[in-house]
């Protein structure tokens, strides 16, 4: 069983910057970055083969996050500049037993527990 603890969420106007962390209990190759905003379905942020260090971002975010790892410290990153109102959500953590299709959350066994992030205009 993969515990994902995350951590960094919290409140910034629009424009500024937050970097998320989360910590896996056993390294996974495939990890994603979710986030779910009230009465919206979950949808993915970014993702990365954490073996190869290809990345995929929602067209959303391009530009302005960056999905990171620190694979000494099993430690996912989502470094999130220049941030929206439209992005204040949850976001979730997730990690993946197999390599599968990387933006869609049916892929990931394992999920955090969510930090939030509030953007202000």
């Known amino acids: 069983q993969v515990q994902l603890v995350e951590s960094g969420g919290g409140s910034v106007q629009a424009g500024g910057s937050l970097t998320l962390s989360c910590t896996a209990s056993?390294?996974?190759?495939?990890m994603g970055w979710f986030r779910q905003a009230p009465g919206k379905q979950r949808e993915a942020v970014a993702c990365?083969?954490?073996?190869?260090?290809?990345?995929y971002y929602a067209d959303s975010v391009k530009g302005r996050f960056t999905i990171s790892q620190d694979n000494a410290k099993n430690t996912l990153y989502l470094q999130m500049n220049s941030l929206k109102p439209e992005d204040t959500a949850m976001y979730y953590c997730?990690?993946?037993?197999?390599?599968?299709?990387?933006?869609?959350?049916?892929?990931?066994?394992?999920w955090g527990q969510g930090t939030q992030v509030t953007v202000s205009s």
């Open positions: 056993i390294r996974r190759d495939q």
């Open positions: 990365i083969y954490i073996g190869g260090g290809s990345r």
């Open positions: 997730a990690a993946a037993d197999f390599a599968g299709s990387c933006l869609l959350p049916s892929t990931y066994s394992y």
